[in-house]
């Protein structure tokens, strides 16, 4: 069974940054980060892949940065100069061999 834990969420200032995490308990091919508000949908915030490229949803280019370290099957989002409109639940998505899955979800609050 493939485990996936999430972790780095809280409560920050806008302004501020945050680090989520993601670890794995197998091989990640793609890893990806979505993020999802009270009555909408799930949105796509940056992806990674088995290459190494990397793309962002428009809203955090120059602010968040993807990163993958395929030896400790883990994916981190840094998350720079925070809006309160990133306030939103996190969840890392991976593709394996066998599949894809999701972590349970971290949350990310934006306020002062």
């Known amino acids: 069974q493939v485990q996936l834990v999430e972790s780095g969420g809280g409560l920050v200032q806008p302004g501020g940054s945050l680090r989520l995490s993601c670890v794995a308990s197998?091989?990640?091919?793609?890893l990806a980060w979505y993020r999802q508000t009270p009555g909408k949908q799930r949105e796509l915030v940056a992806q990674?892949?088995?290459?190494?490229?990397?793309n962002y949803v428009d809203s955090v280019k120059g602010r968040f940065t993807i990163s993958r370290d395929n030896a400790r099957n883990t994916g981190h989002l840094q998350m720079n100069s925070l809006k309160p409109e990133d306030t939103a639940v996190y969840y890392c998505?991976?593709?394996?061999?066998?599949?894809?899955?999701w972590g349970q979800g971290t949350q990310v609050t934006v306020s002062s």
């Open positions: 998505s991976i593709y394996t061999d066998s599949g894809r899955y």
């Open positions: 197998v091989s990640i091919r793609t």
């Open positions: 990674v892949f088995s290459g190494g490229y990397t």
